[in-house]
């Protein structure tokens, strides 16, 4: 459960390192997000010489959380820390070339296959 004010680690190489959530996508009364959902954030930390720079506005879609996530077949996930990788504009492709870390299978079933084929692991 992502909500507005969540520090997110950024797990592409974009250069991005922290990221806050500044808006849930999907009504004016969303409160969380969770796997799979799009985001607005605010680059904290970044590297220099990245392709994103600290305190620029992008969406991001959201591939782990520490709250458990419950699946239809009855088991539960959840992971060691919250991470997002950004997105390229309008579209949904990931805007780095690389992603670090597992994957939720969530994610892939929402329509971002780029993301969890760059993946080294979906569980």
Do not use: C, W
Not at 22 to 51: C, E, F, H, Q
Not at 72 to 86: K, L, P, W
Not at 99 to 119: M, T
């Amino acid at each position: 459960m992502i909500q507005k004010g969540s520090r997110l680690t950024v797990a592409d190489n974009t250069g991005a390192k922290i990221a806050e959530v500044i808006g849930n996508y999907g009504g004016s009364a969303r409160r969380y997000s969770s796997l799979g959902d799009i985001v607005m954030v605010s680059i904290k930390k970044s590297n220099p010489g990245g392709t994103v720079e600290a305190h620029g506005k992008h969406r991001a879609v959201i591939v782990r959380t520490t709250k458990e996530t419950r699946r239809s077949d009855g088991s539960r996930i959840r992971f060691d820390d919250n991470a997002a990788v950004i997105l390229d504009g309008t579209t949904k492709q990931p805007k780095g070339t690389r992603v670090f870390g597992p994957v939720a299978r969530e994610v892939k079933n929402k329509g971002f296959d780029k993301i969890s084929s760059l993946a080294p692991e979906v569980p």
